[in-house]
């Protein structure tokens, strides 16, 4: 059942300049329980995305529903309420510099009216879930950033959400400290059942703990479909860049050590299944086609938990070769596409 459903979505900004307009007609479905990543390059209109689900932004056309109430028809204390079942975690944690750690977490449940012991006892608990019971009465200046984050994902499950936004949560750590939340997050979503929505810049982020993903390019869905279908049969421009390109985080790495040497006329992808990973396909095409082939760039990535293999290779100038070589490889239950060099820069 979906959870989270957008409709149309548009949005529009009046500036100086004049209108700008941050998203044009989106639709996506969230189902419950799901971990659905919503991905773009910097300036995708991600985080407007985000605010509108929660209707921090009203969408200036379009529906919007949450549980299977439309937003637009509630009153504005219905969607306070409604707010309180969407957590939200930031890039830059949000927390309380003056409040100690359990003070942080007991923060929006004084709000709420919770009894101070009561507060207390449920602020202890989560800090237990994500692994900070040691930290109850420091501060956040006395934190690393990870710990930072931890408390913010505490305190948004202190109103007991049933949904959790999570806009660039991991953008500001590094790669050891963003695995450890990305673990702690799929902690909450299969022993809580909360839905978590993650915005992200980060294909890496998308691959290691999303099911399903819609990306976003120039404030549209340029598509959606679920992670590993996505990775293996990228369609659209914007997702074969986020892809095989790299996406913004990995893209100057990538281009170091590949684009440089990209001077083939034709090069194609392609993703090794379970069934052809363990055997060597490639040497096996040179030999049994008797034609060579450039191996641009050779990498294995973790989607959804299981190790994928993906290849770039450099083809030569005689479409009568690649034919041969492109047959043999699909029928050894290979994914083959051709890929361009602005799709690799």
Known sequence: MAIVELQGLSKTFATNEGEVQALKNISLSVEEGDIYGIIGMSGAGKSTLVRCINYLEVPTAGKVVVEGKELAKLSDNEIRKERERVGMIFQSFNLLMQKSVIDNVCFPLMLQGVKKNEAKKKAEELLNLVELSDKLKNYPA????GQRQRVAIARALASDPKILLC??????L???TTQSILALLKKINKELGITIIIITHQMSVVREICNNVAIIENGELAESGTVSDIFAHP??????????GGG???RSTLRDKTVSILHESKKIRIVFSENSSYEPVIANMVLT??????ILRADTKNVGGTAKGEMILGLSDDENINRKIISYLEEHNLSVEEVSDDVLS
């Open 174 to 176: 590094d790669p050891q």
């Open 167 to 172: 806009d660039e949560a991991t953008s500001a």
């Open 235 to 244: 369609k659209s421009h914007a997702a074969k860049r986020l892809i095989i």
């Open 142 to 145: 006395q934190l690393s950033g």
């Open 248 to 250: 913004d985080s990995e």
């Open 289 to 294: 086609t008797g034609h060579p082939v450039n």
